[in-house]
């Protein structure tokens, strides 16, 4: 059980200095053992890892994860239950006990308004919500039907998928692996939020660099995706810098600095990411780039791909609206909902699988797309003359699917099921603790040996659980 | 499972006892000096007297020394000290670190529940002037746990105090009422426990802690004592009914019974005005209702389109919609219009008092009061009917959203009807047709000498209303009807318990003999008990935490490194007997924390300087030995003071004067939690405290995160904030030094950073502003704030050194 002796974890060894941790992460990975994966992978000068040597062969290099907030139902998308036609407009049976809690008062089955059919040579039963996706990519995506946990509101369901625990504020995944792992580009964050609804997403009890940046849309009207604070426009800036520098050395100080250095490397180096502009026409068409409904997601995703190529080791790229919030979240009107929402991704996602393939960064690279939870097979009950109409879900957090592809996962594997509406998972169940232990694993790190110490004991990202999900490994 | 280990095992839970200072002089530095001996280095030379005036009137008052200050310095280090302490801003500094392990924040912050804390301020400034008064800790301990329970004449103190157990992060979304009932205990104890204790009990809430004398008994025995304590103002089962904090009049016993006197006569006096309004109505013959015509639409309230802060309340027969928490609840309907025209929405609500509304249309704002005219009361009988024009609409869908005001009532909602045409509101022909007249509409039909009555009634009303003082609220603790005692949780689970329930009681930590000597009697909850256990003499954490706290606060670094856990998995002491020392030099000062600050800021261990000697490096690499003074970032409230104060926006009250907060308001303490929007930049401001490491999610900060980060070096390069504020700086300097730039540079180097600049320094900033105006085109009131861009974010601007 005590694996922690096989790393370095800076809490652990008390009393944690400060300073020492501080001057670590400016030496960088000079002090460390070049001989190790990590060295191999990368040479850094932002955080350095608290791992001296990875535990497995790393799948995974970078994580890009779509995350489409409110909720993607997942039977009306991956998860095919004949048995919502033929219960259509009767109430679940008495083996489905309804949940101890939901929001609303449940209705009646109501069918999924898509059409399914099988996809590709894995014969993926799949409804026609991401045409593009399924029709180019089923057989290179690996499925999770049975993810669950129990956390109803959007708030707290999106804090389990990305920290783990529902109330308290502990770190989320991005934050472990820039901790366990170090950037692998001098001249960027390692950990990067891409439209986040929750721009300051806190670190919990890890210290601030290990915050993911957030890159979003300055306003409503520009479809350019910035940084914050970054301005290309401060020029002479190397004489600014020099300043500092001259200064910081006559006041006696020390004229070391790294980070104000790393934010001129950023404002030097990120807008020539940022810029789109320099990508083929051909490239922004794949992303659905300059079409109405699909032009900001694309943007988004290819942003995501020039960071996953420029050293980025874990990107989120959420789909949510900053008007609306929670985008997925279709309680009523649940076809035209979700259909417009699919529209606007289809393309982008497909597009971005297709250019990752193409550049070889697929190898390396894990895409997961998924909700913080699913939806149920009932009609949430709303009725009256200008109340919701019955033709929407309500959130299902005890059994919904993600997908992934691309490093280190079964291709065209499904793993887990729900019942037979769709409602709990019931079989080789996941839950988010084994989802994240999974994740580390693909990305080299045995989940039991990324602690912190905090407030009297070691926390880790899979708390005291979690268990590797190797059937979904290739 | 192995048993709790016992308490001797740990060096924190052995009795206090006044250690022999091993030499002469100041004891601080006796102890430091002997330890730096035994690893053979020599105490740095103290710091230059501006170095150190710095240092001092920052540590104690979080702003910068004037210019006046560095020009009149010739006082003696003890007078200047003195001098500090005395000042009113000492209190905002000292204050905002207690606020911290309190976990003080409240206002805009988003962070679900806790934008309920809406009157956290009272216990904010009571901490201020506890502080300011060198308030005793032992008593600033009982008050904050039991200020409501302790004997004697009630004051503002006593009443505000225990509202450090209230202000914590509730989760209004919680789905399991029993579970989130036993998370607000929980989360009561750890921020007590580690705040008073530095050991987190919170762990024996699912099993005996691992490494520390905690028992589940020790846990579930506090419990008990908490659960027994209502910080809520009532608990409903119904998840989205929320649990309001509890509130209190901030009055005392006398003015709380005249209020409550006047309350009761308005009581009897609407009763009667409803007995004769009744009375009157039933006078009139019937009016046959029939529908309106032009009606397109008819529904009930609660068949909403979307709601905030609103819930559905039987009304008779049928539904209402009605106030859940009075935060800006709206209610949103969706129309569809059958074909263009002017529309008119007719409302039948209910409304205690005035309750306007304020209609929007798609969005946008049409009208900023609409129905809302009390109606004095929400029984079916007080309904009627309100008239809400639309004005020409075109055809189809139309989103109408009812808000009210921030913390306004919003009026009970029973019916809409939707009609086409103009209706005004006192046309009798509508008002007639929709039925029975309300009550309130009776009026209408009341002959002259009831009519008098009534308006007589009503200005005896009005009368009392206005005689009614206006409490100010605060944030309220109080002892439950009776105590309860609960059993253990195994797991923490709310569904599970082992055996019977646990006793209220004491902690066994600090040994069974403290554990007993203050019984809780049947009828109280045991908070003061709990209290009184605390701020024992004996008690061994007590006086230790917060001695190291108060070396933590000025060194950045505590004796013991592990601020917030004294138990066997926090660091052991880098100096034992000097902490042991402080503990019970603050016990016998009669717990004074100023008498503290005077001992520890009077040795040379404080005042030396912090440069680091290479060759004491490799022996004191952090500081830890105090070879030198261990230079620390400086919190980001005091950050944002100093670009502040550049400007001259925080007058310097007098020492020795009471604090004057209207004065003081723009600072950093007050800012970040009002709703107040400096500059515009309310925005920035906000972002710019988490990117400093304040960690603005509720929880308790026992030691700032220091972090720096390239996205602070982004902030300081780009953000408008500090651009403003080195914009105003430069403005200021270039005016007031026209043609003599190095006296603008010495200026702004003495304004920020304390003291002159050296000639190198100066050549830097001369050459800078020299270069970016003869050489690169850059005018010179932007090179100068370019200039000050760069001091602000240079190590000295953000480092007590």
């Known amino acids: 059980m005590n694996k922690t002796s096989s790393i370095l974890c800076p809490g652990r060894t008390l009393p944690l200095s400060r300073r020492d941790w501080l001057r670590r992460s400016f030496l960088g990975l000079g002090g460390i053992a070049a001989a190790d994966l ?13 791992l001296t040597k990875l535990h497995y062969r790393p799948a995974a290099k970078r994580i890009l994860y779509i995350f489409l907030e409110g909720g993607l139902s997942q039977i009306d998308s991956y998860d095919h239950k004949p048995a919502l036609e033929k219960f259509a407009g ?57 993810l669950h946990h129990s956390s109803n509101d959007h708030v707290t369901a999106k804090r389990v998928l990305h920290t783990g625990v529902p109330i308290e504020i502990r770190p989320t995944l991005g ?54 604070n970054l301005d290309p426009a401060f020029t002479k800036q190397d004489r600014h810098l020099q300043f500092l520098r001259d200064f910081e050395s006559a006041d006696g100080g020390d004229p070391q600095l790294d980070e104000m250095e790393l934010a001129f490397r950023m404002q030097t180096e990120a807008p020539e990411l940022l810029d789109l502009e320099s990508e083929s026409p051909a490239t922004k068409k794949l992303y659905g780039i300059g079409e109405d409904h699909t032009d900001e997601f694309g943007r988004a995703l290819l942003l995501a791909r020039r960071f996953a190529e ?45 250019d990752l393939k193409i550049r070889g960064l697929l190898d390396d690279t894990l895409v997961i797309c998924g909700s913080e939870f ?33 490093a280190g996962v079964r291709a065209g594997h499904h793993h887990g099921a729900t019942d037979d509406f769709g409602y709990y998972a019931v079989k080789d169940r996941v839950d988010i603790h084994d989802f994240h232990a999974t994740l580390l694993h693909l990305m080299g790190i045995d989940h039991e040996a990324l602690a912190y110490f905090h407030g009297g004991r070691d926390f880790r990202l899979t708390d005291v659980y979690g268990k590797v999900v190797r059937e979904i490994l290739s | 499972m192995a048993p709790p280990l016992a308490a001797n095992d740990t060096w924190s839970l052995k009795p206090l006892v006044r250690p022999t ?38 540590d104690l008052t979080g702003l910068p020394p004037t210019r006046e200050e560095i020009r009149d310095l010739r006082s003696e280090v003890g007078s200047q000290i003195d001098r500090l302490l005395a000042s009113p801003h000492y209190g905002e500094r000292w204050g905002r670190h207690w606020l911290d392990v309190a976990r003080y924040v409240q206002g805009t912050i988003k962070v679900p529940g806790i934008a309920a804390i809406d009157l956290a301020e009272p216990y904010r400034d009571y901490v201020v002037r506890s502080f300011n008064e060198d308030k005793p800790y032992d008593r600033f301990i009982t008050e904050q746990l039991a200020g409501d329970l302790l004997e004697g004449e009630v004051s503002q103190d006593r009443l505000v105090a225990p509202a450090f157990l209230s202000i914590g992060q509730w989760f209004e979304e919680c789905t399991d009422p029993n579970k989130l009932r036993l998370d607000l205990i929980d989360e009561q104890i750890s921020t007590a426990t580690r705040a008073f204790l530095a050991i987190d009990f919170a762990c024996a809430r699912c099993h005996d802690h691992k490494f520390d004398p905690v028992s589940t008994r020790d846990y579930y025995a506090l419990a008990g004592i908490f659960r027994s304590t209502e910080i809520t103002s009532h608990f409903a089962e119904e998840w989205k009914d929320g649990r309001p904090r509890a509130l209190r009049p901030l009055a005392s016993e006398t003015e709380l019974r005249k209020s409550e006197s006047i309350d009761r006569e308005i009581a009897a006096l609407r ?12 006078k009139l013959a019937p009016m046959a209702g029939s529908a309106i015509p032009g009606t397109v639409l008819a529904f009930e309230a609660e068949h909403f389109d979307g709601h905030k802060d609103l819930k559905t309340i039987p009304l008779g027969e049928g539904e209402a919609v009605a106030l859940r928490r009075a935060i800006e609840p709206w209610v949103r309907y969706r129309l569809v219009l059958p074909d263009p025209g002017t529309y008119t929405l007719l409302v039948r609500y209910a409304a205690t008092d005035p309750a306007p509304v304020q209609l929007e249309i798609e969005g946008d704002v049409e ?46 909602l029973d019916q809409l009807v939707l009609v086409k045409g103009n209706l005004s509101p006192d046309d009798r022909a509508w008002r007639e047709r929709l039925g029975t007249p309300t009550a309130e509409e009776a009026r209408f039909f009341l002959d002259e000498a009831d009519r008098d009555i009534l308006t007589k009634l009503e200005s005896r009303l009005i009368n009392l209303q206005k005689s009614r003082p206006v409490l100010p609220l605060t944030l309220a603790v109080r002892d439950g009807e009776a105590p309860l005692e609960l059993a253990v949780h195994p797991g923490g689970n709310p569904y599970v318990t082992a055996g019977d329930p646990v006793p209220r009681g004491n902690p066994a930590l600090g040994g069974s003999e403290l554990a007993t000597a203050f019984p809780i009697p049947e009828n109280t909850s045991g908070r003061l008990q709990f209290a009184q256990w605390l701020a024992d003499p004996r008690n061994p954490l007590t006086a230790r935490v917060m001695a190291n706290r108060v070396w933590h606060w000025h060194f950045g670094t505590g004796l013991v490194r592990t601020v917030d856990d004294f138990g066997k998995q926090g660091a052991d002491p880098t100096h034992p007997e000097l902490l042991d020392w402080l503990a019970c030099e603050l016990i016998e000062s009669g717990w004074s924390v100023k008498h503290l600050h005077r001992l520890i800021m009077e040795s040379k261990t404080y005042q030396s300087s912090s440069a680091v000697n290479p060759d004491n490096l490799a022996k004191d690499p952090d500081g830890i030995l105090y070879s030198r003074f261990p230079a620390h970032r400086l919190e980001v409230e005091t950050i944002y003071d100093g670009m502040l104060t550049s400007i001259g926006k925080v007058p310097r009250q007098v020492s020795g004067m009471p604090l004057d907060t209207s004065k003081s308001k723009d600072r950093a303490l007050y800012i970040l939690t009002s709703s107040r929007s400096p500059l515009g930049m309310g925005v920035e401001i906000r972002k710019m405290f988490p990117l400093f490491g304040f960690d603005d999610s509720g929880r308790p900060m026992h030691d700032r995160d220091e972090s720096v980060t390239a996205a602070q070096a982004l902030w300081w390069l780009n953000n408008p904030l500090p651009r403003y504020y080195a914009t105003k700086l430069a403005e200021k300097l270039i005016k007031e030094y026209p043609d003599r730039p190095r006296e603008r540079a010495l200026a702004l180097h003495e304004i920020l950073l304390g003291r002159p600049p050296g000639g190198e320094a100066e050549a830097a900033m001369l050459g800078y502003a020299d270069d970016l105006v003869r050489h690169q085109g850059v005018g010179t009131d932007e090179a100068w704030t370019r200039v000050v861009l760069g001091l602000f974010s240079s190590k000295s601007f953000r480092t007590l050194e």
């Not at chain 1, 990590?38 to 608290?50: C, D, K, M, N, Y």
């Not at chain 1, 059919?117 to 039907?145: K, M, Y």
């Open chain 2, 21 to 58: 200072p091993p030499a002469e002089g100041n004891v601080v530095d006796a102890f430091i000096r002997t330890r730096l001996a035994e690893v053979g280095i020599q105490q740095n030379q103290p710091a230059d007297p501006l170095t150190l005036l710095r240092r001092m009137t920052l």
């Open chain 1, 374 to 406: 699913g939806r149920t097979p009932t009609f949430e009950y709303f009725d009256g003359v200008t109340g919701r109409h019955q033709n929407g879900r309500d959130h299902n957090p005890h059994g919904f699917t993600t997908w992934f592809a691309g």
């Open chain 2, 367 to 412: 009208d900023r009061r609409v129905i809302g005219e009390a109606t004095h009361g929400e029984t079916p009988a007080h309904f009627r009917w309100g008239v809400v024009a639309l004005g020409e609409r075109p055809e189809g869908r139309c989103f109408i959203r009812l808000k009210a005001g921030r913390n306004e009532p919003f009026p009970t």
């Open chain 2, 271 to 282: 009763e009667e005005r409803l007995r004769f309004l009744t009375k009157a109505q039933k």
């Open chain 1, 310 to 354: 420029a050293g980025v080791r874990y990107l989120t790229i959420n789909h949510a609206s900053t008007r609306y919030g929670n985008l997925w979240d279709q309680h009523s009107e649940l076809a035209a909902g979700h259909r417009g929402n699919a529209n606007s991704v289809d393309r982008p996602i497909a597009g971005l699988l297709h």
């Open chain 1, 38 to 50: 990590i060295a191999r992978q990368a040479l850094a000068a932002g955080p350095a890892p608290s």
């Open chain 1, 175 to 228: 934050s472990w692996l820039v901790y366990g792992l170090g950037a692998m580009n001098e001249n960027l964050p390692a950990y990067i939020d891409i439209t986040p609804t929750d721009p300051n997403r806190p670190t919990g009890f890890l210290p601030g660099k290990f915050r993911g940046a957030s890159i979003a849309r300055p306003n409503q009207k520009s479809p350019e995706l910035a940084w914050e």
């Open chain 1, 90 to 146: 009767k109430p679940l049976p008495d083996s489905i006990l309804p949940p101890q809690f939901t929001f609303a008062k449940q209705g009646t089955v109501i069918p999924s308004p898509f059409s399914w059919q099988r996809w590709g040579e894995s014969g993926t039963h799949a409804s026609d919500l991401f045409p593009e996706v399924n029709g180019r990519f089923i057989d290179d995506l690996c499925f999770i039907h049975s």
